[in-house]
């Protein structure tokens, strides 16, 4: 029995040896960008030890950077089966969700995150934005706030809850939030971006497209989105909402 026991024992830490030896080769071919190679460790690595949740997070996580989006989704789920409070597997999952475009799921996924790990700034940060898009704004605006009380002037969580006080018409606080912005990062158009959307929001048309041409002058990626942002509809019968436009997209160049 107890060379039985003794050869167990050596098997054990065989097996927990291959794990971190893969694990190990995982990692340093995830960070050189090597993800078909990273899949390959980290699936030995389960192999090694089939009921450890990190595992499949690690899986996870280089099938998502390699586009291989379904299987992520699976493998954040083998993670989970694991260990339901795997907070990077849950983050993975809700983040397939939300490039799904899947929003309730990834709500549910990221309510799921902050009520386990209240402190969990980026989960927070994440649910805040998630809330924005779905027009809940009391919920976004409260989930945005806590952030910023945690973690000073995170630049996207002061943008957003400046989007939300916008929306929900508190033109001072808006401003302000996008006054913080401004101070904590300038230069970058998201500033002029956010009172060009208040002013839009209240039908002040010169002082939007005046802040919206700042805007664009700084620099904006996304033109098209621009052109169909919402918060904008009252601007697009106006000739010169279409000559900003154009004018960017004649500084961008072709893309």
């Known amino acids: 029995m107890r060379k039985l026991l003794l050869l167990s024992c050596v098997t054990l830490a065989a097996c927990v040896g291959e794990e971190a030896k893969h694990k190990a080769a995982g990692n340093i071919f995830f960070h050189n960008g090597d993800y078909p190679s990273a899949v390959r460790e980290y699936r030995a690595a389960i192999a090694a030890a089939p009921g450890d949740a990190n595992g499949y997070t690690l899986l996870g996580n280089a099938l998502f950077e390699q586009g291989s ?20 597997a849950r983050r993975g999952l809700a983040t397939v969700e939300l490039r799904a ?13 902050v009520a386990q790990y209240p402190g969990d700034a980026e989960a ?10 779905q027009g809940d704004l009391d919920g976004a605006e409260a989930h945005l706030r806590q952030v910023l009380s945690h973690v000073g002037n995170d630049r996207g969580s002061l943008y957003c809850l400046g989007l939300t006080l916008a929306r929900k018409k508190q033109r001072a606080q808006a401003l302000e939030t996008f006054d913080r912005l401004e ?39 996304d033109l098209d989105g621009v052109a169909t942002d919402p918060a904008f509809s009252s601007l697009r019968s106006d000739p010169r909402f279409e000559a900003l436009l154009q004018r960017a997209r004649a500084r961008a160049g072709p893309q």
């Open 183 to 221: 101070a904590e990062t300038p230069g970058q158009p998201y500033a002029p971006y956010g009172r060009a959307v208040v002013a839009a929001v209240e039908d002040r048309r010169d002082e939007a497209l005046a802040q919206l041409g700042a805007a664009l002058d700084r620099g904006i990626p």
């Open 101 to 113: 475009n899947e929003l309730a799921a990834a709500r549910a996924d990221f309510e799921k995150l």
């Open 69 to 88: 989006f379904d299987d992520a989704r699976h493998a954040y789920a083998d993670a989970l089966a694991r260990d339901a409070k795997a907070r990077e």
């Open 124 to 133: 927070r940060a994440a649910l805040g934005k998630l809330l924005l898009a």
